[in-house]
Structure formats: structure tokens, C-alpha cells
């Protein structure tokens, strides 16, 4: 009896279920069974139907009564409960089968951070595992993901797949080295960081700049931009001293690139660590004007005020000219040119030095 009861206590079966045999084998009644433990007949009966779960101190008189010990009772009355609970589960997944497709599960999987499944319910599994919930719709209430369901960029901003985006960003950053942050070191390479617009080919530019962020406890993530974000950069923190810089290769224009990361390098460097900054974010005052400081301080970085006035006043936007503008203040020229268009100076057709990046896959 009891090496075949040690032998069956993993299994997944209902505990009333075994003790009816035991009792059957052993020649007792429910109503003696329940004389023997100080148990009403009721409770007895019930936890033969599985309607009663067998608690600690029902094990402990099932083990003095029965002789089968305490622990295979609970670890069959566990078993039994996790089992139905998985059941339950199971109906609470089909229920969250349609917000499946809300978010970017091809994307997601390209990437390696969900299995690839046509499973609706695999999916949704898979889904809970990757954003570290219980149930999918959970996920606008975690503060993690918050700032995507605060996205104010267009009406058809997919806030799921923003907060996707995201969640991957937290994932490889926590996979990646840095050093402790350290924000005036990351203020002086400012200048080596700029020195890096000149670099033709970007994935070379990218391992450089990914090592420059790093030696300043800056983590630097790179992830497609997924359809119905809008979004070419975030900043988060993930720990104390590890700022992360999230960019999309949304488009591929270099100017819009060095743009949206000084914006970011901003936020590093002057803004709130508990926030998460991401582009066209919320509409709130603080946050708005957070958002400007960090645009002032992308311009500034790239094209001082002054110098640009200056450039700008004299109303000579030839390529030539903008060449000569760029080397003189140390940055490339499709920048210059980038920004001129931006301020409605120089139409959106004449692409002098601007350059389009070819990515390799992130």
C-alpha cells in the first residue's frame, strides 16, 4: 500500500477518489471514518466528492486514522487544485483570444521573444509570458506599459503594440552590459557622439555609438518599428544607474535618427529617472514641457543656436553652402539641411547631403 501510494502521490488525481479505495481496502465506512477523525459525516462525504479540499490538519488525522502520511494527502489535494485551476485558466484564456491580434505577434516573434505559433491559445500564453502577466488584459494597468495607453500620436495609434515595443526594449536591455551611469561623462562625449553623424556606414556607426552609450551606463536598443506605433525613440530606466535608449528605425532618413537621439540623450541628462519618455507621448503640461527641453537641447547639441541664426540669416541654402555650414560647427551636412526643412527654409525636395540608412537586422 504505501510504496504504491508513493509512487501515485504526483499523480493529478482527485484525493476523495483515492480515499475511497483506501477506505474500501481497508473495510471502513464514511460515517466510522468520520467517528475515528471527530469529523462531521458531512465534511467526510464532501471531501470524497472533491467538493472539500483536504487541509493541513486534515492530512495530519487522514494520517493517523488511514496510516497513508500527511504529506501525500497535501501533495494530492495540491495537485488536484492546480490541475483544476489550469482548467480555469484555460477559460480564461479563450476569453482573451480576441485582443490577440492587437498586438504584433509577427514582430515579436521575428525577434525571438515569443515562440512562432498558429495556436490562438498558444498565443495568448506565450503573450502572458512575454509582458509578465497574469491575464492579457491586465497589461494597460501595469505602470511598465502605462505611457503606451497615454500615447496621444495619431487616432490610430496601436497602444498594444506600443506597449509591445516597449516590453522588448525592457527585455534586451536587461540583457545588455553597461557601466554604472555616469552623467557627466555622457555630457563630454557629446562631442564624440556627434563625430559619429560623419560615419557612412550605420551599422558601423552603431556598434560605436553602442559602446560610447555603454562606457557611460547608457544601454542602446534598437527595435523595428512595429505597425501603428509612430514612435522613433523612448527613455526609460530599468535600474538605479542603467538608462536605456529605445530607437525604431522608423524611416530611415540619418538627420531624423540624430535628431530623436539627442532628444533622448536630453532626457537622460535633465529629466525625471521613474518616467518613460517616449515620443508623442501624453499631452500634460510637465510632460510637454519636458518634451521641449529635450527638442531645445537636441538642436542645440547638434546645430548651436547662434552659429544657425547666423547661417540662416544670410539666406544662402546652396549645397555648397550648407556643406561648408556643417563642417564649421562638426556635424554632417544632411543635418544641416535636415533642419532647414524642418524650419520651412529649404523644401522638402531638395535633399542636399541627405542620407537614407540602410539597417542590418536588428
Not at 300 to 314: C, D, G, R
Amino acid at each position: 500500500m504505501m510504496t504504491e501510494q508513493a509512487h501515485m502521490s504526483d499523480l493529478a488525481i482527485p484525493p476523495g477518489e483515492y480515499l475511497e479505495e483506501v477506505l474500501e481496502e481497508m473495510g471502513v465506512s464514511q460515517a466510522e471514518l468520520a467517528r475515528r477523525m471527530g469529523r462531521p459525516a458531512q465534511a467526510i462525504n464532501e471531501i470524497l466528492k472533491g467538493d472539500k479540499a483536504i487541509t493541513s490538519e486534515t492530512a495530519l488525522q487522514l494520517e493517523q486514522v488511514v496510516g497513508v502520511p500527511a504529506h501525500v494527502w497535501s501533495n494530492l489535494e495540491s495537485s488536484y487544485r492546480l490541475v483544476i485551476a489550469k482548467k480555469v485558466d484555460e477559460k480564461k484564456a479563450e476569453e482573451e483570444i480576441d485582443v490577440v491580434s492587437s498586438y504584433p505577434y509577427l514582430e515579436l516573434s521575428k525577434l525571438g521573444l515569443v515562440q512562432k505559433t498558429q495556436s490562438k491559445i498558444d498565443r495568448v500564453k506565450e503573450l502572458r509570458k512575454f509582458f509578465g502577466v497574469s491575464s492579457l488584459f491586465n497589461i494597460g494597468e501595469v505602470k511598465e506599459y502605462a505611457p503606451a495607453f497615454r500615447q496621444v500620436e495619431k487616432d490610430s495609434t496601436s497602444h498594444e503594440a506600443l506597449a509591445a515595443w516597449l516590453r522588448a526594449g525592457h527585455i534586451i536591455a536587461s540583457g545588455k552590459e553597461v557601466n554604472e551611469l555616469d552623467l557627466a561623462k555622457l555630457n563630454r562625449c557629446l562631442t564624440d557622439i556627434k563625430a559619429l553623424t560623419f560615419e557612412a556606414d550605420p551599422n558601423v556607426m552603431l556598434d560605436k555609438l553602442s559602446s560610447l552609450l555603454a562606457s557611460c551606463g547608457v544601454a542602446l536598443v534598437l527595435i523595428p518599428h512595429f505597425p501603428k506605433t509612430y514612435t522613433t525613440g523612448a527613455t526609460f530606466w530599468i535600474e538605479k544607474n542603467k538608462a536605456v535608449i529605445m530607437m525604431s528605425l522608423r524611416g530611415s532618413w540619418s538627420d531624423i535618427f540624430w535628431f530623436s537621439l539627442m532628444h533622448e540623450i536630453g532626457h537622460i541628462l535633465f529629466h525625471d529617472k521613474r518616467a518613460t519618455f517616449l515620443e508623442n507621448g501624453r499631452s500634460d503640461r510637465q510632460y510637454m514641457k519636458q518634451e521641449e527641453e529635450a527638442d531645445l537641447f537636441a538642436q542645440e547639441t547638434l546645430i548651436p543656436k547662434k552659429e544657425y541664426e547666423n547661417f540662416v540669416s544670410a539666406c544662402d541654402f546652396r549645397r555648397s553652402s550648407i556643406e561648408k555650414f556643417a563642417n564649421k560647427v562638426g556635424i554632417f551636412p544632411g543635418i544641416v539641411t535636415g533642419r532647414l526643412q524642418f524650419d520651412g527654409l529649404l523644401p522638402h525636395t531638395a535633399h542636399h547631403h541627405r542620407i537614407r540608412f540602410k539597417w542590418k537586422k536588428a
